[in-house]
């Protein structure tokens, strides 16, 4: 935290937000012991805690009686980015052109062209295994460590 208030909301403003979340890769048995560790159960899972605790959300009282969490702003609109991917394109919430879109035939006939209200939206991860066969030397240089 003292970190990001330093480096990021003293600099860049107060309207960049740090959330953390409590380790959730710890995998246990049926008698609570651990026999694993799963880093990958921490993105779902941290998102979750995000969404219900997190800064910008608010409890509302609902008329079925639950106390579920809803955004202050109904215009607001989360995009969850992994660290390791690149964007190709500007972050839009329009689909409709081709030109924005690289989708297989398979998947083209009724999809969604725009982001909605209370509508998730998503890329498809389509990567597969062709990572293994890329020119890394041509990729990352010469003396890249990822060789």
């Known amino acids: 935290r003292q970190w990001h208030q330093e480096h990021i909301s003293s600099v860049m403003g ?11 890769s710890t995998v246990k048995d049926a008698d609570g ?18 969404l219900e605790h997190g800064i910008g ?4 009282d ?11 702003n109904d215009d607001d609109v ?3 980015i992994d660290p390791d991917m ?6 839009t919430g329009d689909f409709s052109h081709d030109r924005d879109v690289v989708i297989g035939r398979m998947h083209q006939t009724n999809r969604k062209m ?26 990352a240089g010469e003396d890249s460590p990822s060789k």
């Open 114 to 139: 725009k982001v909605e209200h209370g509508s998730p939206f998503a890329q498809k991860y389509g990567f597969g295994t062709q990572w293994r066969t890329f020119n890394l030397h041509e990729i």
């Open 62 to 72: 609902h008329e079925d009686g639950s106390g579920r969490r809803q955004l202050n």
């Open 33 to 50: 012991n651990t026999v694993g560790d799963y880093k990958f159960f921490n993105k779902p899972f941290g998102l979750l805690h995000w």
């Open 78 to 80: 989360v995009i969850l």
């Open 86 to 91: 690149i964007l190709l394109r500007p972050i």
């Open 14 to 24: 107060e309207q960049f937000l740090l959330h953390l979340t409590p380790r959730f």
């Open 57 to 60: 959300f608010a409890d509302v």
